[in-house]
Structure formats: C-alpha cells, structure tokens
C-alpha cells in the first residue's frame, strides 16, 4: 500500500492521473509477462546443425543392437558455434561427417546407472483432477462432483474431499477385499487384480501422515447402485489403478551414456529407458494418439570397436518463439503462476 502510494503520487506531481499499483504479487507477475512479450517480439530463429552417426559393434560376440550418438563440439570449432554450442555453418557440418565416414571408431566412455522408482501415492482430491483433467479433459468441478456420485451413491471409494495421499495401517488388512472388489466392478482390471503382491507394503500406510481423512481409494463394495456412466466409470478406473499400483514393484530405469571417438571426432549417447516397468503396467494413459514405443536401453558396453552403420548431418532451427504465460484448467491458478510456485 504504501508504494502504491508513493508511486501514485510521484506520478501526479509529473501531471500523469491515476493510480499506479503496486503489489508483490501482481508485480512481478507483471514483470514476467512484459518480459515474455518482449521475447516473443524480438525472437529471430537461426539455423544450426547437428551430426548424428548410428554405431554397431564390429566383434561378432558383442551386443549387435546400433545406437544412435550426436557429435561434441570441441574448441577447435568455437567460431562455428553459438552460445549454446550449436554448430552455426553447414559447409563445417558437411566436412565433419565426411571425415567419419567409414572410419572405425572405439568406445571412450561408457557410464550405466539403474534407478528404481516407487510408485506414486494413491490419489488426493487435487490429484486425482489434475490427472483425470489431463487424461479425460475433465474440469475440476465435474471431477469433484463425479467422485461424490460414486462416494454417495454408488459407496464405490471413500471420502473424496480429502487433501491427504496416504492410508491408515490398518486398512492394510483389508487390501485383498477392495482388490476383489477392483476386479469386480471394472472388468478391464481384472487381470491386472490377479498379478497384484499383496505381501508388498508401500510407503502409502502410514498413520503419522494422515489427517482428518485419508486418501482416495475403492471400497470393499463390489458392486454399483445402477449402470456407472463413462465419467464415474473413468475416475473409478483411475483411483483403483492407484491403489493397485501400491502392490507393484519399482519401476526400474537404466540411464546409460556412451561416448564414442571417431578419429579426431567424439559422439555421445544419452538416454533414460525403462528396464523393468513394474508399476508403470498401470500408469494410465491417454487413449487418443499414438502411444510411444517403449525404448530399449542401450547395449552396456565398455571398450568396443565400432563401425558407423549412417552418418547425417541434419539441419534445425530454433523452436518457434516461446508462448503467451496461460491458466491450466486442470489445476488452481495459484499453482500455475511462476511467481506462487
């Protein structure tokens, strides 16, 4: 309020009229969008290129399957280069890429990590709209009113109004009973109910973190108060896909980084693939488009001799100029503001 004041003033005495608002939100909001306008304004795509070589092992004995590594740019090309260390001149690109071709090349570097992850915690209310927001376009409020139908009517999950993403332990006994009940009511789950380990305990039992109520998870109910319609038969799916991923194994992620030397030249390979799924059997996804292929992880290799099966340089630009700052409707406005994070 009071630079509010003082700016408000300090602009009258120079014959502007008005007040001029100041806060320590809607300024720097203020500043961050300016910001963004300008950028869009003054954005001026350029050209680069990159050198992407595809690898395979010459020894008969080694893994056979190729990987694909980009060129690393040394100081040798600095005047080529960009500040982001992209190659700016295509008769270099072109020089470089005939200069590997046919030439053998070794592995000089070769570093693998697998990193298990745990599968996310049953849903909260504000969870479970930004998932079904995400994956069936659906607001906030049609979330909210779809999982009181099925809390009210149908008694197919608990308490939906709940913050809390963790469960009393002693709901844990009951575990076999709801699974059951997931089995029954949504037949797509069916088989997913059998492969489930109900000797695995999750960090989602928990009594020290739960509150008033607990999170969102199906009842022992197996079956519903009349026909669900398509939204009730979605957001039931997607709270039982959660409680059933408590009872997965780790996803198991295999990150991998290979360089390879080509006479003066290097090439790396980076890459995070997913070596053993586990939880992520049940990690919903949306129905519409294509799904991604899931990516082998790369041979683990240490010192190979290799043979470039292709060698391109290919031409980019910049990606189009960054976009006007928006409101995801599937999440509060608090939550999408760079400033409120």
Known sequence: MNLTRFYTLSY????EQGVYSVGRVQTPVLGLVVERDTTIENFEPRPYYRIDAQFQ?????????????????????????????????????????????????????????????APPLPLSLSALQIEAGRLFRMGAKEVLDTAQNLYERHQLITYPRSDCRYLPEEHYGQ?????????RVCPDLAEATGQTDTNRKSRAWDDSRVDAHHAIIPTTRPTSNGRLSQAEARIYELVSRYYLMQFSADAIHREGKLTARVADHRFRATETAILEPGWKTLEPKRREGPSDAAKAPYPGWTTTNLSIVSRRPSPKKDPASPVLYGRDPAVGDDQHCPVCQ
């Open 12 to 15: 009258q005495q120079q014959g």
């Open 57 to 117: 092992a010459r020894e008969p004995e080694a893994d056979p399957q190729p990987f694909t590594a980009r060129w690393l740019p040394d100081e040798s090309f600095a005047d080529s280069l960009d500040e982001d260390n992209r190659l700016l001149d295509r008769s270099v690109a072109e020089r470089i890429a005939q200069s590997v071709e046919d030439r053998p090349g070794t592995i000089v570097e070769s570093q693998f990590r697998d990193r298990p992850e």
């Open 175 to 183: 575990r076999q009973q709801v699974i059951n009940a997931i089995g």
